[in-house]
């Protein structure tokens, strides 16, 4: 036979009270006091009462469900964004829904398109590389669903979002390659339109302004944030006529399949060609040389969307905010001349 499941009138009959007063110490109002709150959670504790927010769905109008869309949760980035997601949303009552794009806009656009206000409370949104940031963003939060950007965001959607200081964090490393000596900087970067690389490609660019270092177009390559993307970027460097003697790659796995190009070639990284990248992926400490890298706080991204994704749940006019988490340049083996 299938086990009863504690319900609030098992609660309310063992300690002698009211349905009603049960459901309101379990919802912490007001107008319970707290010694019978504290009766009325340890009663329930004790008989493993779990709530059934299929019941409280209907009364309520929410799923407790939120909705995360991203574009892969097979790299150590987003992956870690994840935890930090689950560790406010568990904490709030709410399960978390995955969706994955695979970094296709037509199945980021299919996806929200599928969505409908009884399946999910709010969104956790990361574009895919290609979106259009375009109507499908909008017709979710006219939906009444709120929406929540982290890393990569639609820029043009007024909504709350949370992002690493890709700017700043950019300027630095390219910063670090120049104090280390070298002096033709070249940036392999992901595609155009993305604004974290924009923000990225504004770091690198400034870096090298200051320094009155040339900007050579033939040393700018857009592609895609893979390790064979980094592989053929730099591939593409290396056929240049005046090559570069140092790479700032938009991420880390474009930075390894860089130096596993220059590995094959027997280009000593750090003596011939620095490398510096951007994630701090745990794949930056195995591989040797060691990579230089730019830390980027992605549980604290996690934690900090869910956070406001919450507030835009609970308060219908809550004003959108915009959080930039510090980096941090993590300085290894890849950016060493000597």
């Known amino acids: 036979m299938k086990p009863h499941a504690v319900t609030i009138k098992d609660i309310a009959k063992e300690l002698n009270i009211s349905v009603a007063t049960v459901s309101r110490a379990l ?33 309520t109008n929410s799923s407790h469900n939120i909705g995360i869309v991203l574009p892969a949760v097979v790299n ?6 994840i935890s930090g997601i689950q560790e406010v949303a568990y904490k709030n009552g709410y399960n978390i829904v995955l969706y994955v794009t695979n970094d296709s806009a037509e199945r980021e656009r299919d996806i929200l398109y599928d969505i409908s206000p009884g399946n999910i409370d709010g969104l956790l949104l990361c574009v895919s590389s290609e979106s259009d940031h375009g109507e499908h963003f909008t017709k979710i939060i006219n939906m009444g669903i709120p929406i929540v950007f982290f890393d990569r965001v639609a820029s043009n959607i007024d909504t709350s979002k949370v992002m690493q200081d890709d700017f700043n964090g950019a300027y630095a490393a390219v910063d670090h390659l120049i104090t280390n000596g070298y002096k033709k900087i070249a940036h392999i970067t992901g595609p155009t339109g993305l604004l974290f690389t924009e923000k990225r490609m504004e770091g690198y660019l400034l870096a090298l302004k200051e320094h009155n270092f040339p900007v050579k177009k033939e ?40 130096m596993l190009t220059l590995k094959k070639k027997n280009i000593k990284i750090g003596k011939q060609i620095g490398i510096v990248g951007f994630t701090n992926d745990p794949m930056s400490e195995i591989i040797s040389p060691a990579l230089t890298t730019v830390e980027e706080p992605a549980k604290e991204i996690g934690r900090r969307s869910c956070e406001l994704l919450m507030k835009h749940i609970s308060k219908k006019h809550f004003i959108a905010e915009e959080v930039i988490l510090p980096t941090k340049l993590i300085i290894r083996e890849s950016t060493q001349k000597s």
């Open 27 to 59: 919802r912490d109002t007001y107008d319970v006091n707290q010694e019978t709150r504290q009766q009325v959670l340890s009663k329930a504790f004790e008989m493993n009462y779990k709530p059934n927010y299929n019941a409280i769905g209907l009364v």
């Open 76 to 81: 150590y980035y987003f992956s870690t964004v």
């Open 219 to 258: 040393w700018i390559i857009h592609s895609g944030f893979t390790q064979n993307c980094g592989t053929a970027d730099m591939i593409q460097l290396l056929k240049c006529k005046e090559k570069p003697d140092a790479v700032f790659a938009v991420n880390d796995r474009k930075a390894i399949g860089a």
